[in-house]
T-cell receptor, first 115, second 112 residues
Framework: KNEVEQSPQNLTAQEGEFITINCSYS?????LHWLQQHPGGGIVSLFM???GKKKHGRLIATINIQEKHSSLHITASHPRDSAVYIC?????????????????FGKGTHLIIQP | ETGVTQTPRHLVMGMTNKKSLKCEQH?????MYWYKQSAKKPLELMFV???????ENNSVPSRFSPECPNSSHLFLHLHTLQPEDSALYLC???????????FGQGTRLTVV
């Protein structure tokens, strides 16, 4: 079964700071997702990536397949970025373990950006 | 707004009640999913439907019963739930099975 670890679990920062959230996983994957969950509960898919780097606005996601590690960066953070950020990995079927679709979720990083 | 709509947003029900959660998408997606999110736990996949057929039932108790009458609608029928079933229930859809999913806002369920 693929294990997904996120760090930090909780992060409080000041507006404008550069934010980094990390995700590590234990076995090979076909894709990694970064999701954003706002206090109301709704989840938005931010990125799906299998290699390299993607950028969308102030958000940047990177993945290092060899090191089994991904990072989500937020530049010029803003209070509206406050949310839970969830990493999810899609394993190759032989490693799928928990989720029937081979998708394993991290517990999330609770981010608060103070004005 | 992701294009996936769940109703109701909040639900309080007794252990002897029967209720249903509804999920609707008009994105033209062929796959729909029910997830459960309990406090302090990762998301758990409950059910998967592809082209209105159930693909996976991830060891979910029979007090949860899904229904997919067409590719745009997904229901989760609830009966004789337990307090530990209190959680956020999220619906998602994807264009093709097991590709990038779009999530609804969730239904916050409290069982009393």
């Amino acid at each position: 079964k693929n294990e997904v670890e996120q760090s930090p679990q909780n992060l409080t920062a000041q507006e404008g700071e550069f934010i980094t959230i990390n995700c590590s996983y234990s076995v090979g994957i076909s894709a990694l997702h970064w999701l954003q969950q706002h206090p109301g509960g709704g989840i938005v898919s931010l990125f799906m990536l299998s290699s390299g780097k993607k950028k969308h606005g102030r958000l940047i996601a990177t993945i290092n397949i060899q090191e089994k590690h991904s990072s989500l960066h937020i530049t010029a953070s803003h209070p509206r970025d406050s949310a839970v950020y969830i990493c999810a990995v899609r394993s190759y079927l032989m490693y799928s373990g928990g989720g029937a679709d081979g998708l394993t979720f991290g517990k999330g990083t609770h981010l608060i950006i103070q004005p | 707004e992701t294009g996936v709509t769940q109703t109701p947003r909040h639900l309080v029900m007794g252990m002897t009640n029967k209720k249903s959660l509804k999920c609707e998408q008009h994105l033209g997606h062929n796959a729909m999913y029910w997830y459960k999110q309990s406090a302090k736990k990762p998301l758990e996949l409950m059910f998967v439907y592809s082209l209105e057929e159930r693909v996976e039932n991830n060891s979910v108790p029979s007090r949860f019963s899904p229904e997919c009458p067409n590719s745009s609608h997904l229901f989760l029928h609830l009966h004789t739930l337990q307090p530990e079933d209190s959680a956020l229930y999220l619906c998602a859809s994807s264009q093709v099975l097991y590709t990038e999913a779009f999530f609804g806002q969730g239904t916050r369920l409290t069982v009393v």
